[in-house]
């Protein structure tokens, strides 16, 4: 069973940057996507970006300029690389898993319902 936490959220001010990380621990298998996700207030979750263990990525095109997602392998920890926030940023932010998954998520960006692990969330606030 695989279990995930995020940490690296907190608050900071309108153009600041912010690493988010998600640690992965349990059994990992060789395969698998990873993505990021973020939930403000009386919205719905918005996937962020996401990125498999071939190392591809695609973003949304809200954060695609801004974001940048990463993953080390060997350790199983994935990144999420903030930069210019903005208030509209703020929101708590979830790092989710598919594995095993051979699945490429080039041209895809998945949404809630394609993974099968969550992390609790780390708040991210900019003002």
């Known amino acids: 069973q695989v279990q995930l936490v995020e940490s690296g959220g907190g608050s900071v001010q309108t153009g600041d940057s912010l690493r988010l990380s998600c640690a992965a621990s349990g059994y990992m298998y060789a395969y698998y996507f990873m993505g990021w996700f973020r939930q403000a207030p009386g919205k719905e979750r918005e996937a962020l970006a996401v990125i498999d263990s071939d190392g591809d990525t695609t973003y949304a095109d809200s954060v695609k300029d801004r974001f940048s997602i990463s993953l080390d392998n060997d350790k199983y920890i994935m990144y999420l690389e903030m930069t210019n926030l903005t208030p509209e940023d703020t929101a708590k932010y979830y790092c989710?898993?598919?594995?095993?998954?051979?699945?490429?998520?080039?041209?895809?960006?998945?949404?809630?319902?394609?993974?099968?692990?969550w992390g609790q969330g780390t708040q991210v606030t900019v003002s």
């Open positions: 989710a898993a598919n594995a095993p998954s051979t699945r490429s998520v080039v041209n895809w960006l998945p949404g809630p319902d394609e993974y099968n692990v």
